[in-house]
């Protein structure tokens, strides 16, 4: 494969982590232990050498960079230390801020997550499947919701779901469930966005 630095120094300077892949000696222990193996087409050791060959559409709108869990697996074996869960989570934020979505439903799940941590400083287990299977609208999210059944069902068996949390108040009456210093919380993540955003101008 030929190499093209000029995506590399890209990923070097914008990407978080994104210089920490220089040291990667291509061994593959990182894609040979990931439990996700079997549903990644590359994997981080070819993803790294896509980098360095300067195949940015490949890698940015490649699925794999999304389907990290940060079960930390690859990281812990790595032999140089490289921070793999780190970079392909920083991969997968610079494409969505490029605007590209490798995987539409992992985004908008992401997205849904990220704005439930954002509103109540917590995970609420009934408003974030509700956020995520509403962004396509009322009629889409409840066929959505229908589909989610057995992870709902789950969720309660595992006492992680109450049947009267199917309709979470915290949607309905703002400040209910919400950690206490919210609003620090917010100002804190909006100053860490405007830092990424400045970095990736």
């Not at 590399?8 to 990931?34: L, R």
């Not at 930390?72 to 605007?99: D, K």
């Not at 400040?175 to 919210?182: C, L, Q, S, T, W």
């Amino acid at each position: 494969m030929d190499y093209n630095q000029t995506f590399a120094k890209e990923v070097y300077e914008k990407v978080d982590s994104g210089d920490e892949i220089k040291v990667c000696m291509q061994c593959g222990v990182c894609g040979a232990t990931c439990p996700l193996r079997g549903e990644m087409k590359y994997g981080p050791r070819q993803i790294w050498s896509l980098i360095r060959a300067g195949r940015r559409d490949e890698v940015l709108n490649n699925p794999d960079i999304m389907l990290c869990t940060s079960c930390y697996t690859c990281q812990v074996r790595c032999p140089r230390g490289v921070p793999i869960m780190e970079v392909m989570h920083g991969l997968a934020h610079y494409a969505l801020a490029q605007g590209i979505v490798p995987r539409a439903e992992t985004a908008k799940f992401g997205k849904a997550f990220w704005e439930g941590i954002y509103d109540t400083g917590r995970v609420d287990e009934a408003v974030v499947p509700i956020k995520y299977c509403l962004q396509d609208g009322l009629v889409a999210g409840l066929k959505k919701s229908l589909g989610m059944m057995d992870i709902g069902l789950a969720l309660m068996k595992a006492k992680r779901m109450k049947p009267k949390m199917f309709i979470p108040p915290n949607i309905f009456i703002p400040g209910v469930h919400k950690i206490k210093g919210v609003k620090q919380l917010q100002r804190m993540l909006d100053k860490a966005a405007a830092i990424d955003a400045a970095k990736e101008a």
